[in-house]
């Protein structure tokens, strides 16, 4: 049995004997006089690994009390021992010594071919020196990060959108050899997309550059790295994501060789989804083959500098809910700036051993941790912190590590909305799984979340995000599949099912929608002005209600004549004027229709006027001869990324061959499934 032991001082037989091992490697680890041993151990930077009595390994590093880091002098294992994972365990035990100190640094001869040994225990190449031996041969600096933030992590990204580049892309931007196929990378760079793209690199990046043979071009490549964002994932992450790549790649790719080459495209990828980037950006063209691959297995977009623009414009749609949803409102979301963690104490509710410092201390570690976390700071319109979230994509996997919400007059308001914007911000990046793994989640928000299918699954809250707008059967082949990774049991979804049970099937697996259910659909015209209001589409130019703005439920008034109105329903909303062109006039978005209620102006203002937009004498307004208005309470408003023409939902109807014409635009009036199916998808129709 092997044990590890630092030695102290007076234990003069360990250091002999690491004394009588080092000696046996001078050749490459260099003579070290035994006094230095000596002193290593009264600075406790002595580490022995002992078995039956005899040191077999050791590691000799110092502890520098002007800088932070470790330096990790000799990393020696005997010959007839190596391959047991020694090595490892000495450097995870002066990991968990000295988890204080910002890393670990070492050095070694590039001649000595060991790059592979420092990869495997999770160090990256840093920097290069040229040694002071008579051959000058230069060595190489090897990193091992602790996961503290530094000077340039704890800087938050002001970009929309921050992407991996691999090697091919960095060469092109900060390589010495220019030619005009590298334009494309360079647009990157281009003054218009500062503001909108961030470039950042992983590991594999550096281990490319410190392969690179040329020592001006090695150098040069490696003096520009600073300038871009440095994201370090957990190394073991990282090799089990590379082994499903690669097993998948050897599936769907079977004539891909199995050689390095594919080995780094495979840690690219890995690398990038484990940090909690979405997009990876080359020119490679063996990594561009894996797009499907590294989509389908780690929800990594692959593409090309010149598509990069299209995944800005896609993130900014999805932006939309983020900070305005609370649509249109005076509440702003903003990141959480580093070494605020301490101030937000006060107004966010914890309990039990996460009280206090120690639920700050969880906040920071958010930003040391290797995954991007967004850290999500909501205030109201006075600037008092009203919630907080973070997240973070793992492939499929909307992982939220905190929720809360501060005490407020519309917190409960507020903690239904937060859901949905979760759900709704999953869905956007391509989640199908939303976990809330937070142990102490507000208790409105824990409340609420049973309403909208969370369910309590392996200590924290689970939600399924089922992204499909078709039959019962299809419904539930996706959510089967989710609920199976789970091990979990879903309920068999039947043709022709009750309204009431598929519009809670529908809220639960939002945003399912069950098209051969008994769940009628209602296309619903509504003037900008209302849309504007109600749904800031089109935008308004000033602050809503704050308490609109928040609520996911609104209402909207109409005379009172039926014309089929049901509940539970669905609605797509239709703005029915606007300049004269027919392509101003659309279908904006869908939406769950709750409540029909008839009854007077004046107890229908009263009832509901927390939720509408308009007046009591608009309400009048629309009242019959008979004194009488209809209210549609409706929720969970969908706003579409590609509004649907009036002249694309006429082609649309009369693609199904149904009864169309003008009329059905005038007032509220029922339309088949299959229309609702084809716009809602439309609507949603990536361009």
């Known amino acids: 049995m092997i044990k590890l032991l630092s030695v102290a001082p007076v234990q003069s037989d360990l250091i002999d004997k690491a004394i009588t091992l080092g000696n046996r490697y001078t050749k490459t680890l260099g003579l070290l006089k035994p006094p230095a041993y000596s002193k290593a151990a009264e600075d406790g930077g ?32 005997a010959e007839e021992q190596r391959g047991r994972s020694i090595a490892r365990r000495l450097v995870e035990e002066i990991k968990e010594r000295y988890p204080q100190r910002l ?85 990157l760079e281009a003054g218009w997309m500062t503001d909108l793209v961030e470039l950042a690199y992983t590991p594999q990046l550096v281990h490319q550059i410190r392969d690179i043979a040329d020592t001006a071009e090695r150098q040069h490549q490696r003096a520009a790295l600073p300038g871009l964002r440095q994201l370090t994932p957990a190394p073991a992450a990282v090799a089990e994501r590379t082994a499903e790549l690669l097993s998948a790649a050897t599936q769907s790719l079977p004539d891909l060789p199995d050689n390095r080459a594919l080995r780094r495209c495979a840690q690219y990828v890995a690398e990038t989804s484990c940090v909690g980037l979405r997009v990876l950006v080359t020119r490679n063209p063996l990594l561009s083959r894996l797009a499907d691959v590294a989509w389908e297995v780690a929800r990594v977009r692959v593409v090309a500098p010149s598509t990069v623009t299209l995944h800005v414009d896609e993130l900014r749609q999805a932006q939309v809910y983020r900070p305005a949803d609370l649509m249109g409102t005076d509440f702003r979301s903003v990141e959480v700036s580093p070494r605020a963690e301490d101030e937000l104490v006060a107004f966010f509710d914890q309990s039990g051993g996460d009280d206090g410092s120690a639920f700050a201390e969880r906040l920071r570690s958010l930003t040391a941790d290797s995954v991007a976390w967004r850290r999500e700071l909501l205030r109201d319109g006075e600037g008092r912190p009203v919630a907080l979230y973070t997240w973070a994509l793992d492939r499929r996997t909307l992982i939220v590590p905190v929720l809360r919400t501060a005490e407020h007059a519309l917190e409960e308001t507020l903690a239904r909305q937060l859901l949905f914007l979760l759900k709704r911000l999953g869905r956007d990046f391509g989640a199908e799984i939303i976990k809330i793994t937070d142990p102490h989640p507000s208790t409105v928000a824990r409340a609420a979340a049973g309403d909208d299918g969370f369910f309590e699954h392996d200590g924290g809250l689970v939600a399924l995000l089922v992204n499909v707008c078709g039959t019962a059967a299809q419904v539930e082949v996706v959510a089967g599949g989710l609920a199976r990774e789970l091990t979990v049991e879903v309920a068999t979804l039947q043709e022709g099912m009750p309204a009431e049970v598929a519009a809670v099937v529908e809220r639960a697996w939002w945003p399912a929608k069950v098209i051969d259910s008994g769940l009628p659909s209602f296309l619903v015209p509504i003037k900008p002005r209302w849309s504007s209001e109600l749904f800031n589409f089109p935008a308004m130019l000033l602050p809503r209600s704050q308490v609109l703005g928040i609520s996911r439920e609104h209402v909207y008034y109409r005379t009172s004549g039926h014309r089929g109105e049901s509940v539970p329903g669905r609605l797509l909303w239709y703005v029915s004027e606007g300049p004269s062109s027919v392509e101003s ?15 007077t102006p004046d107890s229908l203002f009263s009832k509901f006027e927390h939720l509408g937009v308009y007046g009591r004498a608009e309400v009048h307004g629309v009242a019959d001869a008979s004194g009488r208005a209809m209210a549609l309470r409706f929720s969970d408003t969908e706003i579409f990324p590609e509004p649907v023409t009036l002249r694309r939902l006429t082609s649309l109807a009369r693609e199904l061959g149904l009864p169309w014409s003008s009329n059905s635009l005038i007032s509220l009036s029922k339309i088949r499934n299959e229309l609702f199916q084809a716009v809602y998808q439309e609507g949603h129709r990536k361009k």
């Not at 050095?107 to 592979?116: I, M, P, Q, V, W």
């Not at 290069?128 to 091992?144: A, K, S």
Request: one cysteine or more.
């Open 103 to 187: 890393g670990i640094k070492a050095k070694c001869r590039r001649n000595y071919n060991l790059s592979a040994m420092w990869t495997s225990l999770g160090f990256v190449p840093h920097g290069e020196v040229r040694g002071r031996g008579r051959d000058g041969e230069i060595l190489d600096g090897w990193w091992l990060d602790l996961g503290h933030p530094n000077l340039f992590t704890e800087v938050e990204s002001d970009a929309l959108l921050v992407v991996a580049i691999d090697h091919a892309v960095f060469a092109d931007l900060r390589g010495l050899t220019y030619t005009t196929d590298v334009e494309e990378s360079r647009a």
């Open 585 to 599: 006039q659309m279908v904006v978005g869908s939406s769950r229709l709750d409540e029909v209620l008839i009854d």
């Open 46 to 77: 002595l580490l022995v690994a002992v078995e039956a009595e005899e040191v077999i390994s050791y590691a000799l590093f110092g502890l520098p009390k002007r800088s932070a880091h470790i330096r990790l002098a000799h990393l020696c294992v």
